[in-house]
């Protein structure tokens, strides 16, 4: 029997933002924001989410995540459109109980071949993937070559963050190895990186936002070198930001496609105001 390939993304990716030539279905995290819910991007986007939360500093907002029995219905939606393969492609599993319940839904779907990748990754670390799969599914390519090569990708995704504050990892859980960092919390602009598990640790702690972003982009330089890379910029609320970076990097690599993408709400309520993602993916 010949293969048909549904996938499927979590919000996270961002992949709402993107324009995508394949049917993906989504699964979307609640954002709680000052005690209303919202579906991520259906209900709350980006500009929007950011002018909130820099408007009410001190709203109360979090994060859930999309319930077991809900991804199951996604499942069973593509099952009933004739697919025989699911790829599911999800947010960290560091950062995220996500994987954990795409995991568990298999479980409630019979007759699907469900295969769910941890992306270790977030934003257009984990929309790539789902990008790469949709053109080797165009180009006839079958469900286990996909695998292979999403994971193949995923250990050469790379990404800096450059928060603001660590006021909303740090309620939210989200960073780890955070001792140590905490006395100094006012008083830097710290460097976070996204390690090869999918965890979010400190690299550097840097005094200034000038200080900071001019060592990213030495960092970013120093990496890149001799490599054949994608680059992508994450912004929450200064757009204007990734713009000035990103003519910093093209000034020195001209020829480099460079994504610009806005982090979700779902994420952003996580990083916060002021953060700016930059990653790279060798290819």
């Not at 995704?157 to 859980?173: H, S």
């Not at 680059?231 to 757009?239: G, K, P, Q």
Request: charged share 25%; with cysteine; glycine share 8%.
């Amino acid at each position: 029997m010949s293969e048909k390939i549904g996938l499927v993304v979590c919000g996270n990716s961002g992949v709402d933002y993107m324009k995508l030539d394949y049917p993906v279905k989504m699964i979307r995290s609640t954002l709680n924001l000052g005690g209303k819910e919202y579906e991520d991007y259906v209900d709350i986007q980006a500009k929007e989410f950011y002018d909130v939360i820099v408007n009410n500093p001190d709203i109360d907002v979090s994060t859930s995540q999309t319930s077991t029995g809900k991804i199951a219905s996604v499942y069973e939606e593509l099952k009933e459109e004739g697919y025989t393969d699911v790829i599911v492609v999800v947010i960290s599993a560091k950062l995220s109980g996500t994987y954990q319940g795409a995991i568990l839904a298999k479980d409630l779907v019979h007759g699907l071949n469900v295969y769910v990748i941890d992306s270790r990754s977030v934003s257009y670390g984990e929309a790539y993937l789902i990008i790469e799969a949709i053109k080797m599914i165009k180009s006839g390519h079958k469900t286990r070559e996909i695998i292979d090569r999403l994971e193949k990708i995923r250990d050469n995704i790379y990404i800096y963050v450059l928060v603001d504050t660590l006021k909303y990892l740090v309620k939210n859980g989200r960073l780890s190895s955070t001792s140590g960092f905490l006395g100094t919390l006012l008083k830097i602009k710290p460097l976070l990186h996204i390690q090869k598990d999918g965890s979010l640790v400190p690299f550097e702690k840097i005094r200034t936002t000038s200080k900071a972003q001019a060592r990213l982009l030495e960092i970013i330089q120093h990496d890149i070198e001799g490599k054949n890379v994608l680059m992508f910029i994450v912004y929450t609320n200064n757009e204007d930001k990734a713009e000035e970076i990103k003519a910093q990097i093209s000034a020195l690599r001209p020829e480099m496609q460079i994504e610009l993408v806005p982090l979700t709400p779902v994420v952003g309520a996580h990083a916060g105001p002021g953060t700016i993602g930059v990653g790279y993916i060798v290819i």
